[in-house]
Nanobody, 120 residues
């Protein structure tokens, strides 16, 4: 499975961004997909998960109510809509896929990250 994340950039606090993650390869075997982030000097943090077949989603408290994960099965793409962004959301964002594991702690494939910078 290959994953390509895009959509990062510079945004002011309170603004919005939408990240995209295009999957290719053994996409029919993917159980879950998720978004993660890693800020400078910090450990990687789980941001959101979605079940590919049923579409159920989950979020940690740090982003719940501000971030929304969704999928477009026809385009083999997962999105992360980020609203009300805060400077502490600044990080490199990665998408990941689980075959045969599960989100958030059993991801098997990782894409290259896309940088999100939120200015105050």
């Amino acid at each position: 499975v290959q994953l390509q994340a895009s959509g990062g950039g510079l945004v002011q606090a309170g603004g919005s961004l939408r990240l995209s993650c295009a999957a290719s390869g053994r996409i029919f075997s993917i159980n879950d997909m998720g978004w993660y982030r890693q800020a400078p000097g910090k450990e990687r943090e789980w941001v959101s998960c979605i079940g590919v077949s049923e579409g159920s989603s989950s979020y940690p408290d740090s982003v719940r109510g501000r971030f929304t994960i969704s999928r477009d099965s026809a385009k083999d793409t997962v999105y992360l809509q980020m609203n009300s962004l805060k400077p502490e959301d600044t990080a490199v964002y990665y998408c990941a896929a689980a075959i045969p594991g599960g989100c958030p702690h059993g991801m098997d494939y990782w894409g290259k990250g896309t940088l999100v910078t939120v200015s105050s």
